[in-house]
Each structure stands twice: as structure tokens, then as C-alpha cells.
């Protein structure tokens, strides 16, 4: 299940992750959340809390997530993963050299942090 976090800036889709993770939870969920912010500032700041492990993702999560990714493929600007897995923060960590913008992962006690970092403006590469 995936849900809106409403207590970070409004320059942010924030969304945290529990339990199963199905397609319609991108087409209902994500995928408004993030068409919000790009009407609203025209680019992506993104965050996400794992509360959950990356196996309860469904193969159609997986596709909406990649879909997510190459539809908006100019428009991020940064992204967080907050997770106690370090495997998945050096994924995250190394994935700014395959797209465009900065992503970047934390530990659940860097949740603040997070917030803070990913609500920057970076400037958008051209």
C-alpha cells in the first residue's frame, strides 16, 4: 500500500510505502500525486519511505514505477529513498549517474534530513 504523506512542503510528492504494493497504487496514488506537483512547479521532488521490503512490490508496480520514470524522464529534479536497507541507499545513491537529477538515500532516523534536501531546488540540467 502506498500513501500520501501531507506533512512535508508542498514541493514534494511524499509518499509512504507498507504492506503490498499493487499497480493500482501508482495509478491511483503516485502517479495523480506527482502530475499535481509538475503542474504545480513544473518539475519533480520526490520522497519515499519504506516501510516495507521491496519483494512485496507486484510486477505491475514495478512497470508503473519504470513508466513513472520515463514519462517524466526531464522533469526530476531530486529524489529520496528513506530506508534502513543499505543495499537500497546505494542503489539510490548511484542512480543520479543513469538519469537526470539528484537522488539520494537515508536512514529512517534521516527523515528530517531527507524532507529538507529533496525540498532544495536544484537546477534543472538542460
Known amino acids: 500500500m502506498i500513501e500520501v504523506i501531507n506533512t512535508t512542503p508542498h514541493t514534494i ?3 509512504r510505502v507498507t504492506g503490498a504494493v499493487t499497480k493500482e497504487d501508482y495509478n491511483n ?4 500525486e506527482v502530475e499535481r506537483l509538475i503542474k504545480q512547479i513544473d518539475y519533480i521532488n520526490f520522497l519515499l519511505v519504506l516501510d516495507s521490503n521491496l519483494e512485496n512490490f507486484t510486477t505491475g508496480a514495478w512497470a508503473q514505477d519504470a513508466m513513472l ?3 517524466n524522464m526531464g522533469r526530476w529534479n531530486r529524489g529520496a529513498i528513506v530506508t534502513d536497507s543499505e543495499r537500497i541507499i546505494s542503489f539510490t545513491n548511484g542512480f543520479c549517474y543513469l538519469v537526470p537529477g539528484e537522488f539520494k538515500g ?5 527523515y528530517d534530513h ?7 531546488e536544484l537546477l534543472l540540467k538542460e
Request: net charge negative.
Open 13 to 15: 510528492a511524499a509518499f
Open 29 to 32: 496514488i503516485v502517479i495523480p
Open 69 to 71: 520514470g520515463l514519462q
Open 114 to 120: 531527507a524532507i529538507h534536501w529533496v525540498s532544495e
Open 106 to 110: 537515508f536512514k529512517k532516523e534521516e
